[in-house]
């Protein structure tokens, strides 16, 4: 059986439900609803958890933290609500190793540190951006003088966008407040990448703005061929950090065309990739979960 823990309100979750209902597949929902909703106990001594009364023992488990509350409302609550019950289930599913999960030897690290992994991909043989990361306005100026520049946060959490010169002039100090990842900027194609247990989807998204978050629906993402000459690279790098399903962002140079390494996600968002492939992505998911057990 398959536990799917999370937000109610995740199109991720909603999918991969509609496709075990769809296939039969035998799952049980941990949803929580705004303010929680969720009746679950989880006993440390004995190691039974129990929601409303029923004892769950799944064989395979897929869980992720609810970001979608809090985009909407920007309360802090909010996300710490959803942080809390993340943590519970995952350190439910981490205290019982016969679960099979996504990412077990990736357990208690909160994300994929995005300089380490840039630092590990070059050295996986991935090509990756000219990237400098400090708080400096002085080195920021300097570097758009050169070539445009883009830059994002250290830790991720917001998008990708162009440095600007005027923004800079604004800035009344000489340091930022923060350090940031300030990169070259890369042209399209984008490609993204899914590492499923030992299988690769690839997906090309066209958007008309620097990170396609920015417009949603209107990327368009097609499933494409994964590029072999980045696929021995990306297998080192994903296996150094222990992740078993993860998705890979690349874009390409705008002299050359090469595609370069950008990012990899610990829990990417799978829905509207899901449906460029024609649900074969989330079929992938739920097998490897549920290995060794009569699917239908």
Same mark, same amino acid.
């Given at each position: 059986m398959l536990l799917i823990a999370g937000g109610e309100a995740d199109p991720q979750l909603r999918r991969m439900i509609d496709r075990a209902r769809v296939?039969?597949?035998?799952?049980?929902?941990?949803?929580?609803?705004?303010?929680?909703q969720l009746l679950l106990e989880w006993d440390v001594a004995s190691g039974a958890l129990h929601s409303d009364g029923a004892r769950i023992e799944p064989t395979g488990a897929f869980v992720r933290q609810d970001v979608f509350r809090f985009l909407q409302t920007k309360n802090q609550l909010d996300r710490d609500d959803a942080r809390s019950w993340k943590i519970l289930i995952d350190g439910w599913l981490w205290s019982h190793p016969h679960i099979r999960l996504f990412n077990r030897e990736f357990a208690m690290k909160d994300a994929v540190n995005k300089p380490l992994a840039l630092v590990w991909a070059r050295q996986a043989g991935l090509s990756v951006p000219e990237t400098t990361l400090h708080s400096s306005v002085a080195v920021a100026q300097s570097a758009l003088t050169r070539a445009p520049v883009v830059y994002k946060p250290v830790g991720g959490g917001d998008m990708c966008r162009e440095l600007e010169a005027e923004a800079l002039a604004r800035v009344s100090d000489s340091y930022l407040p923060r350090?940031?990842?300030?990169?070259? *900027?890369? +042209?399209?194609?984008? +490609?993204?990448?899914?590492? +499923?247990?030992?299988? !690769? !989807?690839a997906f090309?998204?066209?958007?008309?703005?620097?990170?396609y978050r920015t417009v949603g629906g209107d990327a368009k993402v097609?499933?494409?061929?994964?590029?072999?000459?980045?696929?021995?690279? $990306? *297998?080192?790098?994903?296996?150094?950090?222990?992740?078993?399903?993860?998705?890979?962002?690349? *874009?390409?140079?705008?002299?050359?065309?090469?595609?370069?390494?950008?990012?990899?996600?610990?829990?990417?968002?799978?829905?509207? !990739?899901?449906?460029?492939?024609?649900?074969? $992505? +989330?079929?992938?998911?739920?097998?490897?979960?549920l290995a060794g057990q009569a699917t239908t």
């Open positions: 296939r039969g597949l035998p799952f049980t929902p941990l949803l929580h609803r705004d303010g929680g350090p940031y990842i300030f990169q070259e *900027k890369l +042209v399209p194609p984008e +490609v993204r990448i899914f590492r +499923v247990g030992e299988r !690769f !989807f090309q998204i066209e958007a008309d703005a620097l990170d097609t499933e494409v061929e994964p590029p072999a000459h980045l696929l021995p690279g $990306l *297998k080192a790098l994903t296996d150094r950090f222990g992740l078993t399903y993860t998705a890979a962002d690349f *874009k390409a140079r705008g002299d050359t065309g090469e595609l370069v390494f950008l990012e990899t996600n610990s829990n990417p968002m799978f829905a509207a !990739f899901d449906v460029a492939s024609g649900g074969r $992505l +989330v079929d992938a998911m739920l097998d490897w979960l």
